[in-house]
Each structure stands twice: as structure tokens, then as C-alpha cells.
């Protein structure tokens, strides 16, 4: 006999979903999930950015006050501006060169992240 897909694999498709839904829900209330940073009340508040921020967190240290807004927000506008030109670039200065300089700012954002990560 030929199964046709209303009602015969609907049915099995919703079963398996079914069933699947219950395993995770199952899952989750055996296993819960840790939700964000644990809370230690006595201690100093001291701000920390998410993980993609660290390296402009890292990059403020290096600014005083009255030159924050270089290492802000210039600094960084100039490698987004890079990064979106990097067609232009290319075509002007060739791809070997554009793409060192861009690999050489993902290596500087990563080992950025890492330091202000460790410290």
C-alpha cells in the first residue's frame, strides 16, 4: 500500500517533533542553564563589556581623559572604515597587501580580546 503524505508522514513527522520537543524540555529541566555572570554582592561593582567589546575596553586604558574620544571612536571608525572600502583598496594596492592588513587587524583583535580576557 502507498503512503501518501497527508495523513500517513505527517503523522510520523509530528510524532518525531513531538518527541523531540520533550527530550529538550526534559533535558532542560534536569540540566538548567547557567544564565550570565554569578552575582557577588559585598564585592566592588567593576563594569565589564561583553566579549566583543574587550578589545575597545583594552584599547580606552592607553587614552586619557581629554584624547578618549581617539581611541573611542576614531581608531575604531578608521578600521571600519577599512574594512568597508576593502574593494576599493583592493583594486588600487592589489589583494596579497589588502589582505595582510586585513589579517593583520583580525590577529591584533584577537590577541587584544585574549589579553583583556586573561587579565
Known amino acids: 500500500m502507498k503512503k501518501k503524505f497527508y495523513p500517513d508522514y505527517l503523522i510520523e513527522i509530528l510524532f518525531v517533533a513531538i518527541l523531540t520537543f520533550e527530550l529538550i524540555l526534559i533535558l532542560t529541566f534536569i540540566f538548567p542553564p547557567l544564565i550570565g555572570r554569578e552575582i557577588d554582592f559585598i564585592a566592588a561593582y567593576q563594569p565589564r563589556p561583553e566579549w566583543y567589546y574587550l578589545w575597545l575596553f583594552w584599547l580606552l586604558r592607553f587614552f586619557p581623559t581629554d ?53
Open 67 to 119: 584624547t578618549v574620544f581617539i581611541g573611542g571612536v576614531l581608531l575604531p571608525l578608521g578600521v571600519l572604515a577599512f574594512l568597508i572600502f576593502i574593494p576599493w583598496i583592493d583594486k588600487k594596492i592589489g589583494w596579497k597587501l589588502t589582505a595582510f592588513i586585513a589579517l593583520t587587524f583580525l590577529i591584533i583583535f584577537l590577541i587584544i580580546t585574549i589579553i583583556e580576557v586573561i587579565s
